[in-house]
């Protein structure tokens, strides 16, 4: 057995700084901003707000909150570091900015009309239409915003509430309930079918419930913490917060310094669609990453699966495998203006003999294709002597298999000094179908990939985002009416 330690994957920040834990980035040199190499000035992003008089003024007074610096909180702020604000006095570089034109109110009226409709069916068409008024209202103003915020008032989350379950999430159908689905016309979640909205009219948005807002306002102003709906600290949350709605509004708060240019990095998942009535019919995504960072989305056509006890997951025949490999080639030299030199795939199922022979037989002719298998299910665990658990970036390679290896994604960070996480950390399984790239190469692009999560501020991911982020896609995707627009394929709009 052979065991190393892949070195940590550093990141690029505003004014050319580069560290390793973002926040430490960000504080130094602010984001990179909307483009490589562009001097870093302070940015204006305006957003628009929907929701009750109540939810809205709660959003609104959360957002003051967020100007101000926050301390950390004692054991629960992650990695034990404030805040710094927002303003053009704070090293994030940027201001949050509303105006009346782009705040839209949903009535007393319109929430009672809601309520008092019995059938279910109704009631979710016309929920979904008021949301989409709303939206289109902001749209309509002289000069558009850079973002809305959704601020869900109390009034509809206990429309959709259920018993016993404190999780508050609307769902209009089970997705393993083929009745379901039909009954509510392939809308399936509320939050994903507004990133289909705001993709519909070119907008990025952000939801938040009102016990949210609530909840961290509390601790914020009274320092006082709700037991019925916990969250994470108030510090902790805002940047979270910054960090993607920074990258929604078209900005970039990093860029790693590790993966190779001319190289195509693919993120290969599926999903159910529920836009046709055959249970058996899938789609795939290919997630697409350049070396600067930049996330774009595609979506395959639809085709028919049967799984069976043998193979849950589906497969691509080889025209399907070819098709989707030249519709990213394609989009690809759209961008660079050639083909890539190397592509990588990722995927969570194993690679097949039709779709090894369809990735090949491309149109570009690249001949280094990597097929990698990445799952984080493994029964296999490893330790190491002392108080903390294996080390981030260990990778194992067992005698016996030259095909297969471990990769720690997550463990102890001494960057950190710690390992932040709540329980023993699972090594990654990686599963190779091509041998053309040096493993240990291999692996150290995952260890990058795992940097890329703008969706929150932690040091890492627990999967590279080229799967993390296709399976949240997916989620999307599988709503009925995704299929009715234009899809857009950067990924800010589906965060």
């Given at each position: 057995?052979?065991?190393?330690?892949?070195e940590?994957?550093?990141?690029?920040?505003?004014?050319?700084?580069?560290?390793?834990?973002?926040?430490?980035?960000?504080?130094?040199?602010?984001?990179?901003?909307?483009?490589?190499?562009?001097?870093?000035?302070?940015?204006?992003?305006?957003?628009?707000?929907v929701?009750?008089?109540?939810?809205?003024?709660?959003?609104?007074?959360?957002?003051?909150?967020?100007?101000?610096?926050?301390?950390?909180?004692?054991?629960?702020?992650?990695?034990?570091?404030?805040?710094?604000?927002?303003?053009?006095?704070?090293?994030?570089?940027?201001?949050?900015?509303?105006?009346?034109?782009?705040?839209q109110?949903?009535?007393?009226?319109?929430?009672?009309?809601?309520?008092?409709?019995?059938?279910?069916?109704?009631?979710?068409?016309?929920?979904i239409?008021?949301?989409?008024?709303?939206?289109?209202?902001?749209l309509?103003?002289?000069?558009?915003?850079?973002?809305?915020?959704?601020?869900?008032?109390?009034?509809?989350?206990?429309m959709?509430?259920?018993?016993?379950?404190?999780?508050?999430?609307?769902?209009?159908?089970?997705?393993?309930?083929?009745?379901?689905?039909?009954?509510?016309?392939?809308?399936?979640?509320?939050?994903?079918?507004?990133?289909?909205?705001?993709?519909?009219?070119?907008?990025?948005?952000?939801?938040?419930?009102i016990?949210?807002?609530?909840?961290?306002?509390?601790?914020?102003?009274?320092?006082?913490?709700?037991?019925?709906?916990?969250?994470?600290?108030?510090?902790?949350f805002?940047?979270?917060?910054?960090?993607?709605?920074?990258?929604?509004?078209?900005?970039?708060?990093?860029?790693?310094?590790?993966?190779?240019?001319?190289?195509?990095?693919?993120?290969?998942?599926?999903?159910r669609?529920?836009?046709?009535?055959?249970?058996?019919?899938?789609?795939?995504?290919?997630?697409?990453?350049?070396?600067?960072?930049?996330?774009?989305?595609?979506?395959?056509?639809?085709?028919?699966?049967?799984?069976?006890?043998?193979?849950?997951?589906?497969?691509?025949?080889?025209?399907?495998?070819?098709?989707?490999?030249?519709?990213?080639?394609?989009?690809?030299?759209?961008?660079?203006?050639?083909?890539?030199?190397?592509?990588?795939?990722?995927k969570?199922?194993?690679?097949?003999?039709e779709?090894?022979?369809?990735?090949?037989?491309?149109?570009?002719?690249?001949?280094?294709?990597?097929?990698?298998?990445?799952?984080?299910?493994?029964?296999?665990?490893?330790?190491?002597?002392?108080?903390?658990?294996?080390?981030?970036?260990?990778?194992?390679?067992?005698?016996?298999?030259?095909?297969?290896?471990?990769?720690?994604?997550?463990?102890?960070?001494?960057?950190l000094?710690?390992?932040?996480?709540?329980?023993?950390?699972?090594?990654?399984?990686?599963?190779?179908?091509?041998?053309?790239t040096?493993?240990?190469?291999?692996?150290?692009?995952?260890?990058?990939?795992?940097?890329?999560?703008?969706?929150?501020?932690?040091?890492?991911?627990?999967?590279?985002?080229?799967?993390?982020?296709?399976?949240?896609?997916?989620?999307?995707?599988?709503?009925?009416?995704?299929?009715?627009?234009?899809?857009?394929?950067?990924?800010?709009?589906?965060?």
């Amino acid at each position: 057995m052979k065991t190393s330690l892949i070195e940590e994957s550093k990141l690029y920040f505003g004014n050319n700084i580069v560290a390793l834990d973002p926040r430490i980035g960000l504080l130094k040199g602010g984001p990179v901003g909307p483009y490589l190499n562009a001097d870093v000035d302070h940015r204006q992003i305006n957003y628009g707000v929907v929701g009750t008089a109540e939810s809205l003024e709660k959003c609104k007074t959360l957002v003051r909150e967020l100007s101000n610096p926050l301390e950390p909180v004692d054991k629960s702020t992650y990695g034990n570091l404030g805040f710094p604000g927002l303003g053009k006095k704070s090293p994030l570089l940027f201001s949050l900015i509303t105006d009346v034109s782009w705040e839209q109110l949903i009535f007393t009226e319109e929430i009672t009309t809601l309520t008092k409709i019995s059938r279910k069916e109704d009631q979710r068409v016309s929920l979904i239409n008021l949301f989409e008024n709303k939206i289109k209202l902001i749209l309509e103003a002289e000069s558009r915003p850079d973002i809305i915020f959704i601020s869900i008032p109390r009034e509809i989350t206990d429309m959709y509430s259920r018993k016993y379950i404190k999780d508050i999430k609307i769902k209009f159908a089970d997705k393993t309930d083929s009745v379901s689905i039909s009954k509510a016309e392939g809308d399936i979640d509320f939050h994903n079918i507004i990133k289909v909205i705001g993709m519909k009219y070119k907008i990025p948005t952000q939801l938040f419930l009102i016990h949210t807002i609530e909840s961290i306002l509390d601790k914020i102003i009274s320092d006082k913490e709700r037991t019925e709906y916990p969250t994470e600290d108030p510090a902790t949350f805002a940047w979270n917060v910054a960090v993607a709605v920074y990258y929604k509004a078209f900005g970039t708060p990093w860029k790693l310094t590790k993966l190779d240019d001319n190289v195509c990095y693919i993120g290969i998942s599926f999903f159910r669609d529920f836009s046709e009535e055959k249970q058996s019919l899938q789609a795939s995504i290919a997630q697409v990453f350049l070396s600067t960072g930049e996330s774009f989305i595609l979506r395959g056509e639809p085709f028919e699966w049967k799984s069976s006890k043998k193979d849950r997951n589906p497969r691509l025949s080889k025209e399907y495998a070819l098709n989707l490999m030249n519709y990213v080639l394609d989009f690809y030299c759209s961008l660079k203006k050639t083909y890539p030199l190397r592509i990588v795939i990722h995927k969570s199922s194993h690679f097949n003999s039709e779709e090894i022979e369809g990735f090949y037989s491309n149109k570009a002719n690249v001949k280094i294709v990597d097929m990698i298998t990445l799952n984080n299910y493994s029964t296999i665990r490893f330790c190491r002597n002392g108080l903390y658990p294996v080390l981030r970036g260990t990778h194992i390679e067992p005698d016996s298999k030259e095909d297969k290896s471990f990769l720690y994604l997550t463990g102890f960070i001494p960057a950190l000094g710690t390992y932040p996480g709540p329980r023993i950390p699972v090594p990654v399984e990686i599963t190779r179908y091509s041998f053309d790239t040096p493993l240990n190469k291999i692996a150290e692009e995952i260890i990058s990939l795992s940097r890329l999560d703008w969706n929150n501020i932690k040091f890492n991911s627990y999967m590279p985002v080229t799967l993390l982020l296709s399976r949240r896609v997916g989620k999307i995707m599988s709503e009925a009416r995704s299929k009715e627009i234009e899809i857009d394929p950067h990924y800010r709009f589906y965060m």
